[in-house]
């Protein structure tokens, strides 16, 4: 069903990697730069070593885009542009 949780929530990721793509693209960063960042959340994987309970919590934080967006904003806030690739 369309509707359901599970795909709007591929949708919106869908989306928002694909306006992440294009924003990327005006920046005018590094490729390589793009797909390190992007696999890089990932890392937090090992925070499974320490248990089921604090890896989820780990993982999960990490994989939120509040990090992201205050990271763009104090770019943009403190006029560091060259910064915006890691938020984006």
Do not use: Q
């Amino acid at each position: 069903m369309l509707t359901s949780p599970g795909v709007l929530l591929r949708m919106e990721g869908g989306c928002l990697l694909g306006v992440s793509l294009l924003c990327y693209r005006e920046l005018h960063a590094s490729w390589i730069l793009f797909a390190a960042l992007l696999l890089i959340p990932d890392v937090s994987l090992a925070g499974y070593l320490a248990g089921m309970k604090v890896g989820a919590r780990i993982y999960n934080l990490v994989h939120t885009l509040a990090g992201a967006l205050i990271f763009i904003g104090a770019a943009v806030v403190t006029k560091h542009t060259s910064l915006l690739p890691y938020g984006v």
